[in-house]
């Protein structure tokens, strides 16, 4: 089992950029796919970035391609997501999520099995 933490969130203009981390208990986080996912008010949660347990592999979402960033560090047991050129749509909150299980589709998150518990995003225009 593992428990996932994220760092503050914060407030933003539009352009700027933001690093959030996801600090995981226990001492097999490398066996742990890790993803950030988002969920805007009114809005179901949508997949922002997944990672492969090395790092070696990344997806991200149409919508952040190219402006965010997902990386790990097994040594810190800590996942980053950087986001550069930030947009208001950008807005909401953001978890971090792991599962040890392998899935076809790491961009679902009924994939994932602990969830940290949120921390809040806002880009003001």
């Known amino acids: 089992q593992v428990q996932l933490v994220e760092s503050a969130g914060g407030l933003v203009q539009a352009g700027g950029s933001l690093r959030l981390s996801c600090a995981a208990s226990?001492?097999?986080?490398?066996?742990?796919?890790l993803g950030w996912f988002r969920q805007a008010p009114g809005k179901e949660r949508e997949f922002v970035a997944s990672?492969?347990?090395?790092?070696?592999?990344?997806y991200y979402a149409d919508s952040v391609k190219g402006r965010f960033t997902i990386s790990r560090d097994n040594a810190k047991n800590t996942v980053y997501l950087q986001a550069n050129s930030l947009k208001p749509e950008d807005t909401a909150v953001y978890y971090c999520?792991?599962?040890?299980?392998?899935?076809?589709?790491?961009?679902?998150?009924?994939?994932?099995?602990?969830w940290g518990q949120g921390t809040q995003v806002t880009v003001s225009s």
């Open positions: 226990g001492r097999t986080f490398s066996s742990y796919a």
């Open positions: 999520a792991a599962t040890r299980g392998y899935a076809n589709d790491y961009r679902r998150a009924g994939v994932y099995d602990y």
């Open positions: 990672i492969s347990r090395s790092g070696g592999s990344t």
